[in-house]
């Protein structure tokens, strides 16, 4: 008989409903992080400065704000996991999407002082994923509330509180470091930011789509 969701399936899969994000555990093998982490590490040279100093609603239904980080490519290692079926599985039912579908991913390097302003990802990121390659990473800005708002909507936002909004509206999300999980969220429908770094940090990301 079909008892439905087992009780270990229910809370990640409301943690998603209600706030956008999840911590999806046991995914990523220490081995595999270790070969992520040395991948980033030796493609350091390779970064490409992600800078700009504008505030716009783009045509998909993102939004942007001043950013200065750099991103690298991502090698074979990456990759790998951004195809990985256990992963994929793993998404689709934290998140309850069924047809998710990976986009690729890239590691961003933060150095001192570097940030993303309060932001959505592209339309392709119906799902994010990350993972802290360094224990430096800071947390993330997050506002739940401010799921699937407009574009004039979060301008007002950047007008009223700045590009790293704080207060009891908004809260932060932590990722974890090498034990195994990923951070999961909606990165395109709930709007986030990294404030300025306070030393340099790693940080790979993956994009999933929903057909």
């Given amino acids: 008989m079909d008892t439905g969701p087992s009780a270990t399936q229910l809370p990640a899969r409301a943690d998603w409903d209600k706030t956008g994000t999840v911590v999806v555990p046991d995914v990523l093998k220490r081995a595999r992080f270790r070969a992520i982490v040395a991948e980033a590490r030796e493609r350091i040279e390779r970064v490409t400065p992600h800078i700009h100093d504008?505030?716009?609603a783009h045509r998909d239904g993102s939004f942007a704000s001043p950013v200065h980080c750099g991103f690298i490519e991502p090698g074979p290692a990456l990759e790998g996991l951004a195809w990985d079926k256990q992963l994929l599985a793993a998404l689709r039912e934290a998140t309850g999407i069924p047809r998710l579908i990976p986009r690729g991913g890239a590691v961003v390097l933060y150095g001192e002082g570097d940030f993303q302003g309060i932001h959505t990802d592209s339309v392709k990121s119906t799902v994010t994923v990350s993972i802290a390659?360094?224990?430096t990473l800071g947390p993330m800005g997050w506002a739940?509330?401010?799921?699937n708002a407009a574009g004039d909507t979060l301008g007002k936002v950047v007008s009223d509180y700045g590009l790293f909004?704080?207060?009891?509206?908004?809260?932060?999300?932590?990722?974890p470091f090498a034990d195994g999980s990923v951070r999961a969220f909606a990165g395109y429908n709930v709007p986030h930011w990294r404030p300025p770094a306070k030393e340099r940090a790693l940080l790979a990301t993956m994009s999933f789509m929903d057909l």
């Fill in 165 to 175: 909004p704080s207060g009891d509206s908004f809260t932060a999300l932590e990722h």
């Fill in 144 to 147: 739940p509330h401010l799921r």
């Fill in 133 to 135: 390659l360094t224990e």
């Fill in 54 to 56: 504008h505030t716009a």
